[in-house]
């Protein structure tokens, strides 16, 4: 079964800075249809202006991971780190029992377009955490590449949740098959491009939860990145 949220369908915040799009529920935007999927919470894509963003705020009992598309993204937090996450960089935040960040538009001349994933850890009260690590998806064209998931690896970042978050880069016409195993599910969000998942076809923002589908196949009808995340 696959049921597909379509990008034209998401909520909007629209503010002079910032133009965000919500997957699921968050913030005033409510939809009792739209709030996750498994532990997979919130899934927002930003669109911030030049040097402007989000100023320190808390966060806690939360995974949130970052996806940089175009731009770079400057990041301050209460754990001293201080960073800038650009396009082939990916970033984990656990927030744990308390963490306060910054998130900022670092260039002073272009916009940054990023997608801000919340995923709910397998428990409460953890140690607040960051990590960054750089994938340039181009060196592995028309491969599954794992960013993160629950056990912590040289490559992939670490998640406190049973959940795998995968990322693929396709040209025109590529396809990639993914197995599911039984009694798990899938989440698909095209960031960039076209595709064609099985018959249906997704556009960029467009994203699918899928169940009960032992396999998939996802083909490029434009040149794509398209991030998978399995979830229990």
Known sequence: MINIRRSA??????????????TFSFGEYLDPRHM???????????????????DTHPHKDA??????????????DSLGHGSVLHSDEVQMMTAGKGIA????????????????????????????????RVFRLEHFPGEWVLLAGPE??????????????????????????????????????????????????LSA??????AQEPEILVKGQEPSEILLFDLA
Request: charged content about 25%.
């Open 152 to 201: 912590e690896q040289e490559r992939s970042l670490l998640i406190h949740q049973d959940v795998r978050i995968w990322a693929t880069a396709l040209a025109v016409s590529q396809e990639i098959p993914y197995r599911l195993e039984a009694g798990r599910f899938a989440w698909i969000q095209v960031a960039k491009g076209a595709v064609k998942l099985n018959q249906d076809r």
């Open 101 to 132: 960040h910054s998130e900022y538009n670092y260039s002073r001349r272009k916009p940054v377009h990023f997608l801000q994933v919340w995923i709910a850890p397998k428990k409460g009260g953890l140690d607040p955490s960051y990590a960054q």
């Open 36 to 54: 996750g999927f498994r532990s997979l919470r919130v899934l927002n894509e930003d669109f911030v202006e030049p040097g402007q963003g989000f």
């Open 9 to 22: 369908e998401r909520g909007r915040t629209k503010l002079h800075w910032l133009e965000s799009y919500h």
């Open 205 to 210: 923002g467009d994203g699918a939860a899928i």
């Open 63 to 76: 995974e949130i991971f970052t996806y940089v598309l175009e731009g770079a993204l400057a990041h301050r």
